[in-house]
């Protein structure tokens, strides 16, 4: 599917469920301009605000082609680009005019930043009861860590993600990507809509207070009750599991991997079924998922030999017919062509001035009627500064003087 992009560049007006909401994006990396990514999938019109002499470090992060940046093509994407230096007289007066206009404002620099250049939520919402401001640090607005700088990697380290992440007899493990980063984007999506929601019902929007380090904390099960309860902590297993068994990555005669689940009890007999040993199932420890999981070497054993003797398809196919799960383990390659992501839709291609033709991953999900839409991949700092400046009401003179003074 490719998707062509708009004449000026811009968002497609008036399309997608979220058409006509404002959204403002301040912020820098990835956690808060993924937010607004989301939100521009689903139709928002985003104004992206970098300072005129250190525009988004994003856009040099990661792998490029000719000098133009891979990663930004998506996170810029559906973004209006301006440049505004907000520490400066000219640049906080414009930013002030752009808030009042918009329904969003998204932003991460250090707590008290804003307040500091008189950007503060007091300031903006004065002219802009309705706003709502989107503050995404690595530890939120208050407490003892407030002021410390706040990357995905802390939040992985210190939301318990890493303790419990790698071989038994291994490190803590990170992940290769912006696991929470990519987690408070959703998250931080997810506040803005409620913020919303709650302005429908009184007029009045609000701050979001996102802290990187809460979100991925959340989604990582019931450690801290388990702690306060039994006062254990959860260990880490590498690819195992302490709730169920067999549960890991097995190798196949062709050099692949899949990967193997059986939280379902059900899911389990017919597991070892298909591998020629249903007497394991026969066993009383084998009733429970956790008790499967106490005899884990010798589930790994029955299985991992049984797919060690046939090629990936051959695995594939077999536990399909028998029901069981199991998927096998992609890279990129594999995603492109698979055709589950085909039928979804899941890969966007779109034209990009630079690139040409770009493969990238579409929206998060499928609305019956009102479909996302990426109109055009990430564009350059400031392309839209002069348009977004005459929409706020400053003539070409008043542009002209802006710039000559650094502040755009």
Same mark, same amino acid.
Request: avoid cysteine; charged fraction near 20%; hydrophobic fraction near 40%.
């Given at each position: 599917? =490719?998707?062509?992009?708009?004449?000026?560049?811009?968002t497609l007006e008036g399309s997608g469920a979220l058409a006509g909401l404002r959204v403002i994006d301040a912020s820098t990396l990835?956690?808060?301009?993924?937010?607004?990514?989301?939100?521009?999938?689903?139709?928002?019109?985003?104004?992206?605000?970098?300072?005129?002499? /250190?525009?988004?470090?994003?856009?040099?992060?990661?792998?490029?082609?000719?000098?133009?940046? &891979?990663?930004?093509? =998506?996170?810029?994407?559906?973004?209006? *680009?301006?440049?505004?230096?907000?520490?400066?007289?000219?640049?906080?007066?414009?930013?002030?005019r752009l808030a009042a206009s918009a329904d969003v404002v998204i932003e991460n620099f250090r707590p008290d930043t804003l307040e500091?250049?008189?950007?503060?939520?007091?300031?903006?919402?004065?002219?802009?009861? #309705?706003?709502?401001?989107?503050?995404?640090?690595?530890?939120?607005?208050?407490?003892?860590?407030?002021?410390?700088?706040?990357?995905?990697?802390?939040?992985?380290?210190?939301?318990?993600?890493?303790?419990?992440?790698?071989?038994?007899?291994?490190?803590? *493990? %990170?992940?290769?990507?912006? &696991?929470?980063?990519?987690?408070?984007?959703?998250?931080?999506?997810?506040?803005?809509?409620?913020?919303?929601?709650?302005?429908? $019902?009184? #007029?009045?929007?609000?701050?979001?207070? &996102?802290?990187?380090?809460?979100?991925?904390?959340? %989604? +990582?099960?019931?450690?801290?009750?388990?702690?306060?309860?039994?006062?254990?902590?959860?260990? $880490?297993?590498?690819?195992?599991?302490?709730?169920?068994?067999?549960?890991?990555?097995?190798?196949?005669?062709?050099?692949?991997?899949?990967?193997?689940? =059986?939280? !379902?009890?059900?899911?389990?007999?017919?597991?070892? *079924?298909?591998?020629?040993?249903p007497d394991l199932a026969q066993q009383p420890w084998f009733a429970a998922g956790s008790t499967r999981a106490e005899h884990a070497?010798?589930?790994?054993?029955?299985?991992?030999?049984?797919?060690?003797?046939?090629?990936?398809?051959?695995?594939?196919?077999?536990?399909?017919?028998?029901?069981? @799960?199991? @998927?096998?383990?992609?890279? !990129?390659?594999?995603?492109?062509?698979?055709?589950?992501?085909?039928? +979804?839709?899941?890969? /966007?291609?779109?034209?990009?001035?630079?690139?040409?033709?770009?493969?990238?991953?579409?929206?998060?999900?499928?609305?019956?009627?009102? @479909?996302?839409?990426?109109?055009? *991949?990430?564009?350059?700092?400031?392309?839209?500064?002069?348009?977004? +400046?005459?929409?706020?009401?400053?003539?070409?003179?008043?542009?002209?003087?802006? $710039?000559?003074?650094?502040?755009?």
């Amino acid at each position: 599917m =490719t998707e062509s992009s708009t004449p000026e560049g811009s968002t497609l007006e008036g399309s997608g469920a979220l058409a006509g909401l404002r959204v403002i994006d301040a912020s820098t990396l990835f956690a808060g301009p993924m937010a607004a990514m989301h939100l521009g999938d689903m139709g928002a019109e985003v104004i992206k605000v970098e300072h005129p002499r /250190r525009p988004d470090p994003s856009r040099g992060h990661g792998p490029s082609r000719d000098g133009h940046n &891979l990663w930004w093509a =998506t996170l810029g994407r559906n973004k209006r *680009t301006v440049q505004l230096d907000l520490g400066s007289e000219g640049g906080a007066e414009a930013f002030r005019r752009l808030a009042a206009s918009a329904d969003v404002v998204i932003e991460n620099f250090r707590p008290d930043t804003l307040e500091r250049w008189g950007l503060g939520y007091e300031a903006l919402s004065a002219d802009n009861p #309705g706003l709502v401001l989107a503050r995404v640090t690595g530890f939120g607005q208050i407490g003892p860590y407030r002021r410390r700088p706040g990357f995905g990697t802390l939040a992985e380290a210190m939301s318990g993600f890493a303790a419990m992440t790698g071989e038994a007899d291994g490190p803590p *493990t %990170l992940p290769p990507f912006g &696991l929470a980063d990519g987690i408070a984007s959703l998250a931080t999506a997810f506040a803005v809509m409620v913020a919303l929601h709650s302005r429908e $019902r009184t #007029g009045l929007g609000q701050v979001v207070d &996102l802290a990187i380090v809460e979100p991925i904390l959340a %989604l +990582l099960g019931p450690q801290i009750s388990r702690f306060q309860q039994l006062g254990t902590v959860q260990a $880490r297993t590498g690819n195992r599991s302490s709730n169920n068994a067999p549960r890991n990555t097995y190798a196949t005669a062709d050099g692949s991997w899949v990967a193997v689940s =059986t939280s !379902a009890q059900s899911i389990a007999e017919r597991v070892m *079924t298909l591998v020629g040993r249903p007497d394991l199932a026969q066993q009383p420890w084998f009733a429970a998922g956790s008790t499967r999981a106490e005899h884990a070497d010798e589930l790994d054993e029955a299985v991992g030999s049984w797919i060690a003797a046939r090629p990936r398809a051959e695995v594939v196919a077999a536990f399909e017919e028998a029901q069981a @799960a199991i @998927a096998p383990i992609y890279d !990129a390659s594999d995603i492109a062509v698979d055709p589950q992501f085909a039928a +979804l839709g899941t890969i /966007r291609t779109l034209e990009d001035p630079n690139l040409g033709e770009i493969a990238m991953q579409g929206p998060l999900f499928r609305l019956s009627r009102d @479909a996302g839409v990426i109109a055009h *991949t990430g564009r350059a700092p400031g392309a839209d500064t002069d348009a977004v +400046l005459a929409e706020l009401g400053y003539s070409a003179d008043e542009i002209a003087a802006l $710039r000559g003074a650094g502040s755009v």
